[in-house]
């Protein structure tokens, strides 16, 4: 069964610095999305991407982060300067339904901002 | 803002037991999903509701969508061991790409 893969799996690196984190989602999926979760918090929406552009954003998704789907099978997020809050597990997912809205999610990367 | 809580947030059991846990919000949702995640993974989707009252089984788990389509159940029969973990209810919305808003979530374990 076709799985989303999400690289590095862990991801270290000092504040100030950029990072990208890679998504490849299943290849019939035409909604992407990265959600975030910082430990012990719950799961929360950062972006959507559909049709090479964002649908939506969240308040977390500032100027520092972007997200592109460069050759249409990796779909990936920067952080362009990253800070100590950013460290979380990042989530990629996917998905091929509108209303049905059923979304699939990759097994993350733990970024860790020293 | 859409918010959903899960109660209750921690729920020790026995194997054999029943339970349910709940999914409450003051938003009404396109679709309801039931996820369960493992420590250092992804969230594992287990069901989508989308239509009110609708009712989902999966072996021994039930999922119910509430009416009004702002809440939703979840109801183990005869826990087992395997089935600890952290489950976490997400309400879809309306439109294109829409975005799943997580609910707080409810760790169960479940003992012998």
């Known amino acids: 069964e076709p799985e989303v893969t999400q690289t590095p799996s862990h991801q270290v690196t000092q504040m100030g610095q950029e990072v990208i984190l890679r998504c490849v989602p299943i290849?019939?999926?035409?909604?992407f999305y990265w959600y975030r979760q910082i430990l012990g918090q719950k799961v929360e929406f950062l972006v959507s991407?559909?049709?090479?552009?964002?649908?939506?954003k969240s308040e977390i998704f500032d100027d520092q982060f972007s997200v592109e789907r460069p050759d249409g099978s990796n779909f990936t997020l920067k952080i362009r300067s990253t800070k100590l809050e950013d460290s979380a597990m990042y989530f990629c997912?996917?998905?091929?339904?509108?209303?049905?809205?059923?979304?699939?999610f990759g097994p993350g990367t733990r970024l860790t901002v020293l | 803002t859409q918010l959903l809580e899960q109660s209750p947030q921690f729920l020790s059991i026995q194997e054999g037991e029943n339970l349910t846990v709940y999914c409450n919000s003051s938003?009404?949702?396109?679709?309801l999903q039931w996820y369960r995640q493992e420590p250092g993974e992804g969230p594992v989707l287990l069901v989508t509701?989308?239509?009110?009252?609708e009712v989902k089984k999966l072996k021994r788990l039930t999922f119910q969508f509430g009416d009004a389509r702002k809440d939703s159940s979840l109801h183990i029969t005869a826990a087992q061991t395997g089935d600890t973990g952290l489950y976490l209810c997400?309400?879809?919305?309306?439109?294109?790409?829409?975005?799943?808003?997580f609910g707080t979530g409810t760790r169960l374990q479940v003992t012998l």
């Open positions: 938003s009404v949702f396109s679709s």
């Open positions: 509701v989308v239509t009110g009252g």
């Open positions: 997400a309400g879809g919305g309306y439109g294109t790409a829409s975005k799943l808003t």
């Open positions: 997912a996917g998905g091929t339904s509108g209303y049905r809205n059923e979304q699939f």
């Open positions: 991407f559909y049709n090479n552009e964002i649908s939506e």
């Open positions: 290849s019939n999926h035409l909604y």
